[in-house]
């Protein structure tokens, strides 16, 4: 598994949780990564994503609620994530922006009950 995610579970509406993602193998440690989500039903939307250096982009869901973070000498990106409300629930997956295409990991689920 070249990128391992973890931190998912269950959580009541307005808690926080904090996702993990490490990065293993042939993947390198510059380069934009993220976090994308997808629900039952629905289509992988974006979460955030962070350059190399830093730079944010934040989905609309995600604004002023989540963070995205990173450690390059770790290879290792972090969401955490406050104010949960149950349309939030979905498996969230860290992703690898490499040249040749996103490379995925293989998803933490995250549920948000009411």
């Known amino acids: 598994v070249q990128l391992q995610a973890s931190g998912g579970g269950a959580v009541q509406a307005g808690g926080s949780l904090r996702l993990s993602c490490v990065a293993s193998?042939?993947?390198?440690?510059?380069?934009?990564k993220g976090w994308y989500r997808q629900a039952p039903g629905k289509q992988r939307e974006l979460v955030a994503v962070?350059?190399?250096?830093?730079?944010?982009n934040y989905g609309d869901s995600a604004k002023g609620r989540f963070t995205i973070s990173r450690d390059n000498a770790k290879n290792t990106i972090t969401l955490q994530m406050n104010s949960l409300k149950p349309e939030d629930t979905a498996v969230y997956y860290c992703?690898?922006?490499?040249?040749?295409?996103?490379?995925w990991g293989q998803g933490t689920l995250v549920t948000v009950s009411s």
């Open positions: 193998g042939s993947i390198s440690n510059v380069g934009v």
């Open positions: 992703a690898h922006h490499a040249p040749a295409g996103i490379i």
């Open positions: 962070i350059t190399t250096v830093g730079s944010t």
